[in-house]
């Protein structure tokens, strides 16, 4: 299936976005990670991967329908005019790209991982710098002390 009968398609279960709207988010989506010869990798516009982003977005949908309806009114320099006129949108739409491209399995073997679910094999990791975590132990507390005497 190529990427224009994807996005062209006006299947109920994907996004509820016009198809222009489709369109523009694979566009976007394409920018944000294009595919790389050198790594063999597709980018997240890639039908398969474009597919899990339509539908991970439906669930995110009043989070992610405003952004795209933005891209889809601005004609010129997309990203930037998201970014400038309407920061606030910009996260959510970077987390769900990046979570659908990074659990693609080509993706994950370009990585040299294995490409399956963390769970329940988990992976192994190398020791690292604990030194790292030290701006997290210096913080303040962010929580309630409770009693447990109540």
Do not use: K
Not at 13 to 40: C, K, Q, W
Not at 80 to 87: D, G, I, P
């Amino acid at each position: 299936m190529s990427n224009e009968q994807l996005i062209a398609t006006d299947d109920p279960l994907t996004v509820p976005l016009t198809r222009d709207a489709r369109n523009t988010l694979a566009a976007l989506v394409g920018e944000m990670i294009p595919a790389s010869d050198e790594y063999g990798v597709p980018s997240a516009s890639d039908p398969v991967i474009f597919a899990d982003i339509l539908n991970t977005a439906a669930a995110m949908l009043p989070l992610l329908g405003p952004a795209v309806e933005v891209l889809d009114a601005t004609s010129t320099d997309l990203v930037e005019a998201l970014r400038a006129a309407h920061a606030e949108l910009v996260p959510p739409l970077v987390a769900v790209v990046a979570q659908c491209y990074y659990r693609d399995d080509r993706v994950m073997t370009s990585l040299g991982m294995e490409p399956r679910a963390p769970y329940p094999d988990g992976f192994d990791l190398e020791d690292g710098d604990w030194s790292l975590l030290d701006p997290v132990r210096e913080r303040d507390v962010m929580y309630r002390a409770v009693d447990a005497s109540d």
